[in-house]
């Protein structure tokens, strides 16, 4: 048996890949996976680029797995990979590196690392992307690489979508990981099918920009999760992240009709000052964002239902946030959206983005006090969501982890409740009192 150990930096979107690398190279039979920290005969890291910090998460723990087995094979993928391949072929331990469109080899390189063959050094795909990003889609990504998580027994990340094509001012995502692209929905139903013959409950959808799936076959994510609602087995869905364009009001009347979709919603906001989301280049402003999250209250919200969780992503110290344009953030979420959580994001300088170029930066100093600030607030806005579920009944999709003789799970509206530890609970949806 091979030794392997699997490494997964960054979303949700890499972890469900990483798993169906796993699930392949194990069913057969020839592999026993371990821990990292034990030492394994090949290494295999799925790298995230989406800030310099993950850049160097990445080469950190691949140094790292070379010094614990030196001898070890190290497979590296991801959008780091894609990205800066060579800086990564570069590191002492490093057998291989597959981009973006080469995904689909990774499971028989490794198998033919595993049998002792000598790996073929012809690539047919990915590349690494140049320094400034100039042509519409310079990585070259149009394949779609099927992916969906199934080691817990309570969820599973099912992947829908990949790629993006809004190319933000910041972000470099599009380019580690192509334009918008996705398979039929005929071709996705029956993943979710094979979830549910796991015994799993739950879905989480995900994807580099989630609700622009369709693009590649022309169809819509409303009609996808309309399909999904039919697949029996699944009680319950989420959505791991949605534009607030892209959340449409046909979809949330229809949720509010009840379907198996959960009151619970990640939406990047990025700023709540207009002139920011222009020089980002976001696709809304702060009126409509602000209609979109009051739409959802109004809709999902009422007598007998729990008060949905709304998650926000925003980014601080983006090239020209002065104060005055930083504060218009606080306001805005502290006195209009009032989430109930606030992913926090100092913003980080990518080399080859427009805002990159920009003479403008923020002191890495005043990024730190914005994230106090809003880490404060967020921690304010959250303990006021609890206190408003407080004594309101739930139900709560209990997960396998015993730690102290504690098991927990989260609700509808994705409140994590913790009780004493019953094997008889793991993976099944039970009422309490929050």
Known sequence: MTKIAFITLGCKLNYAETSSYERSLLGSGRFEAVPWSEGADIFLVNTCSVTEHSDKKSRNIIRKLHKISPEASIVVTGCYAQLKRPEIEAIQGVTKVFGANEKNQIVPF????SSGEIPSEENSGGRGCPETFASANPVGCDKFFPAFSSGERTRSFLKVQDGCDYKCAYCTVPYARGESRNIPICDIIPQAREIAAQGI???VLTGVNTGDFGKTTGETFFQLIKELEKVQGIERYRISSIEPNLLTEEMLDWMACGTKFLPHFHIPLQSGSDEILKQMG??????AFAAKIAYIRKRLEGPGKLPVFIGIDVIVGFPGETDELFMETYNFLKDVVRPSFIHIFPYSRRAGTPAAQ???QVQDSKKTERVKMLEELS???????LQANKGRKAHVLFESTDRNDQMS????NYIKVTRRFDPKLIGKITEVEI
């Open 201 to 203: 409950v739950e879905i």
């Open 110 to 113: 490794i198998e033919g690392l």
């Open 409 to 412: 799970g989260y609700t509808e």
């Open 379 to 385: 921690e304010r806005l959250h303990t006021e969501f």
């Open 282 to 287: 976001r696709r809304y402003g702060t009126e």
């Open 358 to 360: 920009r003479r403008d």
